[in-house]
């Protein structure tokens, strides 16, 4: 540090240090390794004091900021090992740097150690230390904007300094940026970012991102402290706020606050960029210290200089924070991958909180489900009601039980308990598991869940050894395993009889529309090879599931493919109105058996209807022809319905076009989200006692009412795609890819799930695509490795901490070989009866799987602003009760953040800005109802990218690095444009291609000569053979092998008229549609949690 | 001169007219006390070799309620050029067509002999003869197969322009498309539910959809036998096809649980049949031919339900009001049968099981729509197989003998009015001046449609005298009556047939006698049988037989001579002679008493009964039993069990069935073998003759005739 400290600057800050020393030296003192930084900081130093200078005067800001800013980017790696030294030597700078340092390294110690980081950082760390998964993020408007700026490191100073530095350390970042200049490339604001390099490994700090929001915040902040007077109070808090807080500038004591005092302290953030835990000091907004801020904004300008390298910031200087300065998703999605990554997970203990879904890792079942299979919002819940309310976190599993498992991993074993079925507690009739206590050695069990004794079953009985646990537990999965299947008997089977094999039944629509777009044919030539991957059982030669066809158009067509046929056989019936099935016999038939008869028909289907002109279709007939056909079958199975247009014949089920925008922002506005007829719902019930799931293609040109039409689907646990105005050159391969996957994945059939709960808690609502005829039991048609069932649960009693709370998720399904089974998923979950567990055990992303899932179908009933504000409203209510109940006490004006939610705002903020509750111009109103459904039966995973996509760097790193490249956050500012990026959400996946891209990479990747060469809106890279392109495409590859949609490549060139597309995607901006960006949205939570508390 | 049997016979050889009486009571009153009806049997077809038809359109009468045609007792002023309606009396203008005639270049229709002509009608195309296949599926493996055969051989009889069509039904019904190649293509309707003519037009693609695209006139010729062609297509396009799609048919492959009957949706099958051809081809000729092998179960028109242990309804069941569906399925055969009568078809029914079809209930198809019905007990019966090859027979001209859409108009003149009618055919509902206030049969009308008719077929028609008793006619006068019977020849032309009879009148109170010896015994059996069996369709059978008593009585009572408190005096004059024996015979026929017989096979013996021409009829209603001996050549014997003699062999012909009883003697000897002896040689043809003679009734009749052989032991 002190070598660092340029010798000039450093005195400065030395004096200034004093103060600080007590908080920085403490949490620096860890961080001094960082040596590197130095000169950078150096740099700063030196602007810095002069800033200092300035401070007492508001005014003089102005000219420093507007130097320093660009300096900070740059610093941002620099300055934070420089700072790191700092904290050592200076306070000032150490601490701002230091905290980013520390943060990191910090971070790390959380996972392990949570907090043992933050303690390296003063007052400050301290606190956190505890609460380690809290960030805090200093709301200091001022501060934000500053921070953006290398500021973090000089505001500390300031702070530590007193008063005057905090302003001046806002202007010393930014004549550190102008001296760093050659930092500022990296662009200041992204400091983060631009440190990238050497931030990267900083990052990997990250999980002490938590720990950074304290310093980071502190530096900052202390400056902006300073500035709004509020110091002593802020101090006060914030030094005790952990990280998790953001404190709101003005208000924070420079002093002890070293995150408050963050405010002014741009330096915020860096780190916040780099771990979110951080406070944003954003005087204005939140903060008394607006009026300050303000003051801030103006003088700063030299911010928006800082900004420049962003562009936005400059605009809204005054009330921005600095985006970098706030939770970053990809720090913490980074942080978690580098200490978690890498060990397994062991399922032993009880209430465990999970790796983030995003990090790779492996699952050691030892008796709890693999999160995998389940994950819970919260880990450990609440003791009593009471406690729940006060929290508002919703209780919640996310429950996918027949998730495809990576090949590392065993799939369940299955059990067989022989003719008397598996093992059961008699009285709550849950299903033998781990949990089951054995007594009266060995005679009788305890049910874990219900506490009924039970017997044991001659034949199962075991003596227990010394533990009381039988001596064969580890022989037995269901007494050692979380989960695991079981035969079932023929008890658990339909009219007690043993299932048939299921079958799959394909309905293609071969109206005027379809068969132009040359789906028809596309479909037939397909499923000729198609059928031959069939899902099947485990090691069978061959499939068991059975095959139909039907074509439609206003009348229905089947064909009759029995083997000893010469040539298929057409019934046509046109009853609509009355639907049945015409033929029994020959209409499903085994694949190998019927091949030629079935290849014949396949050829002859798009001959037939070349010439249609038929352009009537229906749908709700069509769905009960396959129902009927599977009931006439009695087989359960799944439908495959491709289908182009609203069904207007004259036929049960008919539609009118009713889409009418004028209704958004309406109260009537969910009527848009709802079945046009009640027709759609009996229909979907009907197919689900006969365990007929349907999938549905679509394949509009226009308005099908997806709304209804998904109705079938989603309440038979089928799926819905959607391709509008398909045509086969542009979307062939999308098409396809997903209809594989889908016809091969495996699906089980005529499913019933149940989920079982210790008293005290039970399911109460449940989320999904799925029917439910009573309160308990989900019944799905069809369920496969995809979807995913969000189950809330209620108190209905006390529970207490020693026993915690188990859940037993209990499906009974047919396996697609016809086989009877229960699948069986335990975990268990501690209690509390402190707030602050709860809040440390919570997982964001199920969370907002949760909640965008409640809002999604909220939407069905009440307006959708209603539905926003619902939103809000609980997330206000959820961080305000952390911070009245387990933040220290800090002032009122910081927000505080529990580290474990501390993406909770950014997120909920993309949910907000969803097309579904905030629709775009250019959203129809059938892509609405296709995403709501969508979302509907997401697992976490899928959610968390849905809402905040990836958006990856390409060109940055050495091509020669084969690693996913690091991604960053999804904002405009974050696209520089002499890169190449690439955003995913799991359903649309855009490559962004800056202006200024050099040539040499234009030419590997799109084999033309310049960016103007480059097609837009093209969908397929060339292939060529060098190394940028080969990666790219890899890249491409292996994203889409992540989702289970196929996702089609859009180019999009910068500035061309597609981008507006592509930032819709740049969820942390604000959005055309009107969605608040991130840092406003920050903002407007603040301002309500600080209601709510006051 | 010729006695009145010459008369009468020669009458029916060039008119296929024979009148109850050929001399007529001159007025209402007396023509009432005359007991039987002045009526006739027309056969409208009967087959004249002899009779070419002419080239041109008939010359009818200007006056529009007339419109009566040129015929050989029309006063005809040469030199004028006028004609004169000899039943309005109308004065009218020859055509100009006709300026050279004279009284020695005289039009065929004005001569004589030509009181019977045909004229073809040029105008219009002619539309091609539809036969639309309606296939019962759930039949035993074996006689599906028998029927596939019997299916497709009939193709190869069918003129090579001949629709065809094919429905098959049976838990479900299929309307095949045919002219499909490497798939074959069936629309399938709901063996349950009853759908209107709408409903199916729209259902197969029939009705055009309103045509919002190009409105263009010239596209809408063309595609309207495109759109037909889908489901009646020529058959010798889809020769192939449709052989090999009969040879496909399989049995219905819904199961059957034990102690069900299999599904069958006769009902909404004939109906998708009907709705097919009245969307597409209305009033042109077509057959819609039933195969059903059992009765309907499901849906509209269903006779019996699927449960084996509640049997089909009996005459029992039915006179105590138990038959639970027969009502309601009437009704709905009723109606198809109207509606394809309104359109010209005609229906079929080939019923062939050993337990009834339902025939009471779909007898009004055939009945109304001049259909055919056939009763067997399999299709894997010579009866069935070689009964069906004779629909397609055909007369010397190489045309089927078969006729459609034809409507029979009676013109009287004014001292008559037609009263009504009794056979295969529906009214018009055309009210004439001639039409009577009376009706016998179906009445109120002076045009009746016959949908199917063949050369055989014979309507007994009804008239009353209305001329006053003080009005009397001038000596000499006669009564003119004219047929005119529009048709649809096999040929596919469009034919006018005309016959145009008169007979005398004559005073009852003077020339009762002269009356008397023109009176037709056989006609009036026929007619007064037909009368009592369609009363008996809706009447108690005892009432009917009270009143066929009271009339035999009445007759009597009028033309018998006896002496009060006398029997052995009663005496009848020769042409009345024969005529109580046929009444007594009636009396116990099939067609009055249903004693031992199924509703079907009642129902099945009045559809024949009322169909036939005279000769059958009587033999219908009274036996022939021939007796074979070496005494001369066979003789009539009485239908008496005397009549059994062991060294006869005796043949008996009741129509419907033709049974050869050997004599006892007679067995033996064939048993012995003594046929196959040389010596006995005379042995050998006695046994043949009854053979060949039956064989000849066979090869003579429609249906075929079932043929038993006794041979006491």
């Given at each position: ?1094 | 001169m010729a006695t009145y049997l010459e008369f009468i016979q020669q009458n029916e050889e060039?008119d296929g007219v024979r009148f109850s009486w050929n001399v007529w009571p001159s007025s209402r009153l007396e023509a009432t006390r005359m007991v039987v009806p002045l009526a006739c049997l027309l056969t ?371 001292e008559l009015?037609?009263a009504g009618?009794i ?15 009376n009706?016998l049969g ?16 014979t309507l007994g028609i009804y008239f009353e005298v209305?001329n006053?008793h003080?009005?009397?006619i001038?000596?000499?006068?006669r009564g003119?009556i ?19 009879v008169a007979r005398n009148w004559a005073d009852v109170q003077s020339q009762l006698k002269h009356i008397e010896a023109a009176f037709d015994q056989e006609a009036a059996a026929v007619l007064m049988a037909r009368l009592g069996v369609f009363r008996a369709?809706?009447e108690?059978g005892p009432d009917v037989l009270r009143w066929l008593d009271r009339q035999l009585i009445r007759l009597c009572q009028k033309f018998g001579q006896y002496n009060k408190e006398d029997p052995m005096s009663f005496r009848l004059s020769d042409s009345f002679s024969l005529y109580p024996q046929f009444m007594f015979h009636l009396r116990r026929s099939p067609f009055l008493q ?11 013996y009045?559809?024949?009964f009322a169909?036939q021409d005279l000769t059958q009829s009587l033999i219908m209603i009274q036996p022939i039993l021939y007796s ?6 066979p003789e009539p014997v009485l239908l008496d069990s005397s009549s ?6 005796l043949?008996m012909d009741t129509f ?58």
């Amino acid at each position: 540090m002190n070598v660092n400290q340029s010798a000039p600057p450093v005195p400065p800050f030395g004096q200034p240090q004093p103060v600080y020393p007590g908080y920085h030296q403490s949490s620096y003192g860890g961080q001094p390794g960082s040596t590197a930084a130095p000169t950078p900081y150096g740099a700063y130093n030196g602007p810095v004091p002069g800033y200092q200078q300035t401070p007492p005067p508001g005014v003089s800001r102005a000219p420093a900021s507007s130097g320093a800013p660009p300096a900070s980017t740059a610093q941002g790696p620099c300055g934070q090992t420089a700072y790191g030294q700092f904290g050592q030597g200076d306070v000032q700078n150490g601490p701002s740097s230091g905290v980013q340092m520390q943060r990191l390294p910090g971070s790390q110690p959380f996972a392990s150690a949570p907090l043992a980081p933050v303690v390296s950082q003063p007052a400050v760390l301290q606190p956190y230390g505890p609460p380690p998964t809290s960030a805090q993020v200093t709301a200091q408007l001022a501060g934000m904007q500053i921070s953006g700026a290398v500021a973090p490191a000089p505001p500390a100073s300031g702070l530590g300094y007193g008063s005057p530095t905090s302003l001046a350390s806002a202007s010393g970042s930014f004549p550190n940026s102008g001296l760093y200049g050659s930092y500022p490339q990296g662009q200041a604001p992204p400091l983060g970012q631009g440190h990238p390099g050497a931030q990267p490994p900083q990052r990997s700090v990250p999980p002490q991102a938590s720990s950074f929001t304290p310093p980071a915040s502190g530096g900052p902040r202390m400056p902006s402290m300073t500035g709004p007077l509020l110091p002593g109070q802020s101090f006060g808090g914030p030094p005790v706020s952990q990280p998790n807080h953001v404190s709101s500038p003005p208000p924070q004591a420079l002093p002890p606050g070293t995150q408050m005092t963050g405010p002014p302290g741009p330096p915020p953030p860096m780190h916040s960029s780099q771990q979110p835990g951080y406070q944003l000091q954003q005087n204005g907004s939140f903060g008394p210290a607006r009026g300050p801020q303000s003051n801030y904004g103006s003088p700063y300008p030299g911010a928006a200089t800082f900004g420049s390298q962003p562009g936005p910031p400059q605009p809204l200087p005054p009330k921005r924070l600095d985006p970098d300065a706030i939770p970053s998703p990809i720090q913490v999605i980074e942080d978690d991958r580098n200490n978690r990554g890498s060990e397994p997970f062991v399922t032993g203990v009880r209430g465990q909180v999970p790796p983030l879904v995003t990090t790779n890792f492996l699952v050691k079942d030892q008796g709890n489900a693999s999160p995998r299979y389940i994950r819970c919002t919260s880990y450990n819940i609440p003791c009593t009601s009471d406690m729940a309310k006060q929290a508002q976190v919703p209780l919640a599993a996310v429950i996918k039980p027949l998730a495809r498992l990576p090949p590392e991993e065993a799939s369940p074993y299955v059990v067989d308990h022989g003719e008397s079925g598996p093992l059961r507690c008699n009285r709550c009739k849950a299903y033998m598991c781990p949990f089951m206590q054995f007594v009266e050695g060995g005679r009788r069990f305890q049910c874990c869940f219900c506490s009924c004794i039970n017997d044991v079953p001659p034949q199962y009985f075991q003596h227990l050894d010394h533990t009381g646990k039988r001596v064969d537990a580890y022989d037995r999965p269901e007494l050692s395993l979380g989960s695991y299947e079981f035969l079932a008997t023929v008890d658990y089977c339909k009219n007690n009889k043993f299932p048939i094999p299921p079958a799959f039944i394909f309905m293609i629509d071969v109206s005027y529309n379809a068969v132009r777009s040359g789906l028809v044919r596309l479909l037939c030539e397909e499923l000729k090879s198609l059928l031959d991957f069939l899902p099947r059982e485990g090691g069978a030669e061959e499939s068991a599931i059975r095959v139909g066809f039907v074509t439609y158009n206003k009348v229905l067509h089947f064909y009759n493919v029995k083997s000893s046929l010469a040539q298929p056989q057409m019934m046509v019936v046109s009853d609509v109105g009355d639907m049945f099935v015409p033929l029994l016999d020959g209409f499903l038939v085994n694949v190998s058996e019927s091949r030629a008869v079935i290849t014949s028909l396949l050829d002859q289907i798009p001959e037939m209807f070349a010439d249609t002109r038929e352009t009537e279709t229906v749908f709700a007939p069509v769905v009960q022809a396959g129902m009927e056909a599977l009931k006439a079958a009695e087989c359960a199975g799944k439908l495959f319905l491709f289908h182009t247009s609203l069904p207007i014949a004259e036929a049960p089920g008919k539609l009118k076009n009713r889409d009418d925008r004028k209704l958004i922002n309406t109260d009537k506005e969910k009527t848009l989200f709802q079945p046009q007829s009640g027709a759609y719902q009996t229909l979907a019930k009907e197919c689900v006692a006969q365990g007929c799931c349907v999938d549905l293609f679509l394949f509009p040109n226009q308005y099908v009412d997806v709304a209804t039409l998904s109705v079938v689907p989603q309440l038979t646990g089928g799926s819905v795609y959607k391709y509008a105005c398909f045509q086969v050159e542009n979307d062939q391969e999308r098409f396809l890819s997903d209809l594989r996957r889908d016809v091969q994945k495996v699906v089980g059939f005529d499913a019933v799930m149940r989920v079982r709960t210790s008293t005290g808690i039970r399911a109460v609502d449940f989320f999904g695509a799925f029917y439910m005829s009573n309160t308990t039991d989900v019944e799905l048609a069809g369920l496969d490795g995809d979807k995913t069932v969000t189950v809330e649960f209620k108190h209905d009693d006390r529970l207490n901490e020693e026993n915690g709370a188990l859940l037993q998720c209990a499906l009974l399904y047919t396996s697609c070989a016809g086989q009877r089974r229960l699948r069986i998923h335990n975990l268990a979950l501690n209690c509390c009866t402190q707030l602050a567990d709860l809040y440390r055990n919570c997982e964001t992303d199920t969370l907002i799987n949760y909640m965008a899932k409640f809002a999604y179908r909220g939407v069905l009933s009440s307006p959708v602003k209603t539905v926003r504000d619902t939103l809000i409203t609980q997330c206000a209510q959820i961080l305000a009760c952390y911070r009245k109940n387990c933040a220290s006490p800090s002032s009122a004006g910081q927000l505080i953040l529990p580290e474990c939610m501390k993406l909770l705002p950014v997120y909920l903020n993309c949910v907000l800005k969803s097309e579904v509750l905030q629709p775009g111009a250019e959203v129809t109103t059938d892509d609405r109802a296709y995403v709501r459904q969508l979302v509907t039966s997401m697992d976490v995973a899928e959610t968390n990218v849905f809402f905040y996509p990836r958006l990856l760097p390409l060109t940055k790193s050495p091509i020669e690095n084969t690693t996913e490249p690091p991604a960053v956050r999804a904002s405009e500012e974050r696209l520089s444009n002499g890169d190449i990026y690439l955003l995913e959400n799991g359903l649309n996946l855009f490559l962004w291609v800056g202006a200024s891209v050099q040539q040499g990479v234009v030419q590997s990747l799109f084999g033309v000569s310049s960016f103007s060469q480059i097609t837009s809106g093209l969908s397929v890279l060339p292939v060529l053979d060098n190394l940028l392109s080969k990666k790219v495409r890899g890249l491409i590859d292996s994203l889409r092998a992540q989702r289970s949609r196929y996702m089609k490549l859009i180019v999009v060139k910068q500035e061309d008229k597609l981008e507006m597309l592509f930032k819709h995607f740049l969820v942390e901006d604000k959005s055309l549609s009107g969605g608040a960006s991130y840092v406003d949205f920050l903002c407007h939570m603040h301002k309500e949690i600080r209601q709510l508390l006051s | 001169m010729a006695t009145y049997l010459e008369f009468i016979q020669q009458n029916e050889e060039r008119d296929g007219v024979r009148f109850s009486w050929n001399v007529w009571p001159s007025s209402r009153l007396e023509a009432t006390r005359m007991v039987v009806p002045l009526a006739c049997l027309l056969t409208p077809l009967k087959e004249r070799p002899d009779l070419p038809p002419v080239q041109y359109e008939p010359v009818l009468c200007s006056r529009p309620t007339c419109k009566a045609i040129l015929n050989p007792l029309c006063q005809v002023d040469y030199r004028a050029k006028l004609w004169a309606c000899n039943f309005c009396f109308q004065r009218n203008q020859f055509p100009p067509a006709y300026a050279g005639i004279s009284e020695v270049n005289q039009p065929a229709e004005l001569m004589p002999q030509f009181s019977t002509i045909e004229y073809v009608i040029q105008r219009g195309a002619p539309s091609p003869l539809i036969f639309l296949y309606v296939v019962d599926t759930c039949l035993e493996d074996d006689d599906l197969q028998a029927l596939k055969e019997s299916l497709q051989m009939s193709l190869s009889l069918l003129p090579p322009d001949a629709l065809v069509g094919l429905i098959t039904f049976g838990r479900m019904v299929q309307v095949h498309e045919l002219s499909c190649e490497g798939i074959s293509k069936s629309y399938v309707f709901r063996g349950t539910k009853d759908l209107t003519a709408k409903q199916i037009q729209d259902m197969l693609g029939l009705t055009k959809p309103a045509m919002p695209v190009q409105p263009m006139r010239p596209a809408q010729p063309q595609e309207r036998p495109s759109v037909s062609s889908r489901f009646l297509q020529p058959i010798h396009k889809i020769d192939m096809n449709l052989t090999d799609l009969l040879g496909e048919l399989q049995r219905d492959p819904w199961p059957v649980p034990q102690g069900k009957r299999p599904l069958r949706s006769t009902g909404v099958a004939l109906s998708i049949a009907v709705g097919l051809l009245e969307g597409t081809f209305p009033n042109t000729g077509a057959r819609i031919m039933l195969f059903t092998g059992g009765p309907p179960t499901q849906g509209p028109g269903m006779v019996v339900g699927d449960e084996l242990k509640v049997p089909i309804r009996s005459w029992h069941d039915i006179e105590k009001d138990n038959a639970r569906f027969m009502k309601k399925a009437t009704k709905h055969y009723e109606m198809l049968a109207n509606r394809t009568a309104a359109n010209g078809h005609c229906i079929d029914i080939y019923a062939c099981a050993l337990d009834q079809t339902g025939l009471l209930e779909m007898k009004c198809c055939p009945n109304l729509t001049g259909g055919y019905m056939v009763m067997g007990d399999s299709f894997n019966t010579s009866l069935f197989k070689q009964t069906f090859q004779r629909i397609f027979s055909k007369d010397f001209n190489g045309n089927f003998r078969m006729a459609f859409g034809a409507t029979l108009e009676v013109k009287t003149s004014r001292e008559l009015k037609v009263a009504g009618a009794i056979g295969p055919c529906v009214s018009l509902n055309v009210k004439g001046p001639c039409v009577s206030e009376n009706e016998l049969g179906v009445g109120g009308t002076s045009q009746w449609k016959i949908c199917g008719l063949d050369p055989t077929t014979t309507l007994g028609i009804y008239f009353e005298v209305v001329n006053q008793h003080n009005a009397p006619i001038p000596q000499g006068g006669r009564g003119a009556i004219q047929f005119v019977t529009h048709y649809q020849h096999s040929s596919t032309q469009r034919r006018i047939r005309v016959t145009t009879v008169a007979r005398n009148w004559a005073d009852v109170q003077s020339q009762l006698k002269h009356i008397e010896a023109a009176f037709d015994q056989e006609a009036a059996a026929v007619l007064m049988a037909r009368l009592g069996v369609f009363r008996a369709e809706t009447e108690e059978g005892p009432d009917v037989l009270r009143w066929l008593d009271r009339q035999l009585i009445r007759l009597c009572q009028k033309f018998g001579q006896y002496n009060k408190e006398d029997p052995m005096s009663f005496r009848l004059s020769d042409s009345f002679s024969l005529y109580p024996q046929f009444m007594f015979h009636l009396r116990r026929s099939p067609f009055l008493q249903v004693f031992n017989n199924s509703p079907d096979e009642s129902s099945y013996y009045r559809h024949h009964f009322a169909r036939q021409d005279l000769t059958q009829s009587l033999i219908m209603i009274q036996p022939i039993l021939y007796s074979y001996s070496f005494h001369g050549p066979p003789e009539p014997v009485l239908l008496d069990s005397s009549s059994i003699l062991a060294d006869r062999i005796l043949l008996m012909d009741t129509f419907f069935q033709i049974v050869i009883y050997l004599g006892e003697t007679i067995a033996q000897w064939r048993k012995a073998g003594y046929q196959d002896m040389p010596e006995y040689e005379n042995f050998k043809h006695l046994l043949q003759a009854p053979l060949d003679d039956a064989q000849e009734i066979l090869q003579a009749r429609f249906p075929m005739p079932r043929l038993d052989f006794f041979c006491p032991k």
